[in-house]
Each structure stands twice: as structure tokens, then as C-alpha cells.
């Protein structure tokens, strides 16, 4: 069937996740930490984004959102790096960080162009707050805000791809799942959705990122302006 909507992963496959938290993280802890490596502090909080989110997979713990679990898993990257003394409102605005990502080069335009033919929404581990900050920032429009917020859950629990599904209104295989990871493609395609893989090989920085996909892929792009071409929009 032909793609009718699109769904996107945003961390990584619309946003350069590792340079914007390294930015901010260089700028914020400068009094107490001026020779801060940012893109290895970004590495190291983003180490413990999984295992924050397996508390709420697994049912250990209700649904809470992303910004107050890396608010949780902050104070511990501090201490591997020696940095304390660091103001409450500090912490608090470097939580933020995370809503002041800039996009991937080529996204905003080719945002516009699927948006002609296509409904689009996020399914993020962000919550809506966060989408809302990121498409503001970045000059996104989208249809919809799905994902974690809308769930409650967080993927690759099976909610966040019915959920979107059945709010966007078309059948499984008409929805696109857009994300530069080949395991949330994995748990997209288990659902009936047809699945496109963006190649990012620079989200992790030296420790590069996927340029191409590792599970069967419906679609497979060299970034979102050639997943449009490949949409003919």
C-alpha cells in the first residue's frame, strides 16, 4: 500500500542529540567544570537514558516523563565526571538541554516536502513539551504529537506504535516508522508498520552511529531528503 503517514523517531534521526547536550553542557558547567569534555559528558548521560526508561518498561515504576528521568540520572554522570557544587537552577536548566537540540541539516526542508503528501508525527521517547520545544526551535510542523507522552510507556513497548496507528487512522502498512535506529524499526515492524531507516553516521560522534540499516527495512535513506525523494514528494 502507499505510505499515507509518517512516523519519526526525533533523538538522533531528527536531532543531533550529542552536540546540542555537549554545547550546553560546556556552556552551563563552565564555572565548575572549564575543561569539561561536553561530548563525552553527553555520552555518558545518554548511556543511562535506557536503563532510566526500563524502570517504567518493566513496570517497576508508573509512567514518568523523560525530562524528570534525566533529572534523575544527572547527579550520577556529575559525580563520574568530579563536578559538584552545581546550583539547583543549573541542574534544572541543563535538564533542559534537551529541549534546545538543533536539527540535522537537511530535516526542516524535507520535513515540508512529506508533509505535502503525508500526515507526520513524532513517536519520541519525548514527551509533548519536549516535542513541542524541539519543533519550535527547529521550524517543524507536525500533525500530530504521539509517542511516550501520548502512551504513557516508552519504546519499544508495543503502545507507542498501536497508539499511533490508531490515531492517525490509516492501516499498519500505510504508516511509515522514520528513525535512524534499526531496533526501533525492529519493534515497528513486528506491529505491521512499514519502516524507513535514516543512516546518521555521525550521532555518537567518534563512536559514529548506523549508516545503514540492520534488520530488514522497507526503506533505506541516506538522510530525510533522500527518504523524500525516494516518497517522490
Do not use: C
Request: without cysteine.
Amino acid at each position: 500500500m502507499a505510505v499515507r503517514a509518517l512516523i519519526f523517531d526525533v533523538f538522533g534521526t531528527l536531532v543531533d542529540w550529542r552536540s546540542g547536550v555537549a554545547r550546553e553542557a560546556e556552556q552551563l558547567l563552565a564555572p565548575y567544570a572549564p575543561q569539561l569534555d561536553g561530548g563525552a559528558f553527553a555520552d555518558a548521560w545518554r548511556a543511562r537514558y535506557g536503563p532510566s526508561m526500563e524502570t517504567v518498561r518493566s513496570g517497576a515504576r508508573g509512567y514518568v516523563d523523560l525530562d524528570a528521568l534525566q533529572a534523575e540520572s544527572l547527579p550520577a554522570v556529575l559525580a563520574a565526571f568530579g563536578i559538584d557544587g552545581v546550583p539547583e537552577a543549573v541542574l534544572a536548566d541543563l535538564v533542559l538541554a534537551w529541549h534546545r537540540l538543533d536539527a540535522w541539516p537537511e530535516v526542516p526542508d524535507a520535513l515540508v516536502r512529506l508533509r505535502a503528501a503525508h500526515l507526520l508525527a513524532p513517536v519520541s521517547n519525548g514527551h509533548v513539551r519536549l516535542m513541542v520545544d524541539l519543533a519550535r526551535r527547529n521550524g517543524f510542523t507536525f500533525d500530530a504529537i504521539l509517542g511516550a507522552g501520548y502512551s504513557r510507556d516508552y519504546k519499544p513497548k508495543p503502545a507507542l506504535y498501536r497508539d499511533a496507528v490508531a490515531t492517525l487512522g490509516f492501516s499498519a502498512s500505510e504508516t511509515l516508522m522514520v528513525a535512524a535506529h534499526s531496533l526501533d524499526l525492529a519493534a515497528a515492524a513486528q506491529h505491521g508498520l512499514a519502516t524507513a531507516h535514516i543512516a546518521r553516521p555521525r550521532e555518537h560522534g567518534p563512536a559514529g552511529g548506523e549508516t545503514a540499516p540492520g534488520v530488514p527495512a522497507t526503506y533505506a535513506a541516506a538522510d530525510l531528503a533522500d527518504l523524500a525523494r525516494q516518497l517522490g514528494v
